[in-house]
């Protein structure tokens, strides 16, 4: 069953809005004007001695992934060109025995519609974070404007908008972590959520992105009284929290928390503790594997749905289809 209904989204500076005819709210790709396959990847464990010298910290780090299927002429007309993770990207750089960097990056779909490879920003983005994450102990905002510095001056993108979340893993257990856009890091201890980032949107759908536009499409969005969305790393979010032994962290798309809830992540921990124990990389497969299930069920009560209906004041059902990409990093 397709669940049909209007949604109300931002077009310009100003917020001037308009109704939308939208068969599937679920396919809704994200704005960026203002107003199938799995893989899996683990890397080594590092010990680490915090600077007490009391213990010592054990990180792994596995990733699991599933791309939207894409089967309309928008992406049908840019195959070849996306991502294995479609407009999702990722990196997990391990800089020295002692400490590593993780980062994930949500490309905005929106791109796609004039014909750009939307996967493309956040590919060369994560490729460049990871390449500067080699220099020991630059902090993630620092990372992420290095990043798009980069990948600007060279000229590798010629069209685009993406989300973008790092977390440095110090070798004191320290977690640092800088935020820009709707992506999401989430530190779970004893099977409960301890830690989380908070959401950067400029409305529904709409979240803070580093973008790359032609100077032409800026001025004739200018023209016609609109702007794009264009953040600048400085506009990151800044947290860092301690982290203990036996600690669960994930960074996560918004292909996760559009559809899961974080009392359903806890559940999913508590649930399956002894395969978290046992296979990281099982486990976070399964849990992707689920959320894949979840998001294309018509009658799931998802996160994105029930905003769709606080926003609406309608009730709406069912589950947002799009890029889901999860790192899992298990504290020892």
């Avoid at 100077?215 to 800044?238: C, F, H, L, T």
Wanted: aromatic share 12%.
């Amino acid at each position: 069953m397709l669940w049909m209904l209007v949604l109300i989204t931002s077009i310009i500076v100003g917020w001037s809005l308009i109704h939308v005819d939208f068969a599937v709210y679920g396919q809704l790709r994200r704005g960026f004007f203002s107003g199938k396959g799995s893989w899996g990847w683990q890397s080594g464990t590092s010990s680490t001695v915090p600077q007490d010298g009391s213990q010592q910290f054990n990180y792994k780090a596995v990733v699991a992934f599933q791309p939207k299927d894409r089967d309309d002429p928008v992406y049908k007309a840019l195959a070849g060109k996306f991502s294995p993770t479609g407009e999702d990207n990722y990196f997990i750089r391990s800089v020295n025995p002692t400490e590593f960097y993780a980062g994930v990056a949500d490309g905005v779909g929106g791109w796609a519609e004039h014909g750009y490879d939307s996967s493309a920003i956040s590919r060369e983005l994560c490729s460049a974070m990871s390449e500067f994450a080699l220099s020991v102990g630059v902090p993630p905002k620092k990372l992420i404007e290095l990043g798009y510095d980069k990948i600007q001056k060279e000229g590798t993108v010629q069209v685009g908008g993406t989300t973008a979340i790092v977390a440095h893993f110090t070798p004191e257990g320290k977690l640092q972590v800088a935020n820009l856009g709707d992506s999401w890091c989430g530190v779970f201890r004893n099977d409960q959520l301890a830690f989380q980032t908070k959401y950067q949107t400029v409305g529904f759908n709409a979240p803070y992105q580093l973008a790359i536009v032609p100077e032409q499409m800026v001025k004739e969005a200018e023209r016609r009284g609109g702007s794009y969305i264009r953040n600048q790393p400085a506009d990151a979010d800044e947290y860092t929290f301690q982290l203990e032994k036996g600690d669960i962290v994930f960074l996560a798309t918004d292909g996760v928390t559009d559809n899961v809830a974080t009392e359903d992540m806890e559940l999913f921990l508590k649930d399956n503790q002894s395969l978290v124990g046992s296979d990281l990389q099982k486990a976070s497969q399964e849990f992707v594997d689920k959320t894949v299930q979840l998001s294309k069920d018509p009658d799931f009560p998802s996160v994105f749905a029930q905003e769709v209906s606080r926003l609406t004041g309608q009730r709406y059902m069912g589950g947002k289809e799009d890029d889901i990409t999860l790192v899992v990093v298990k504290v020892e």
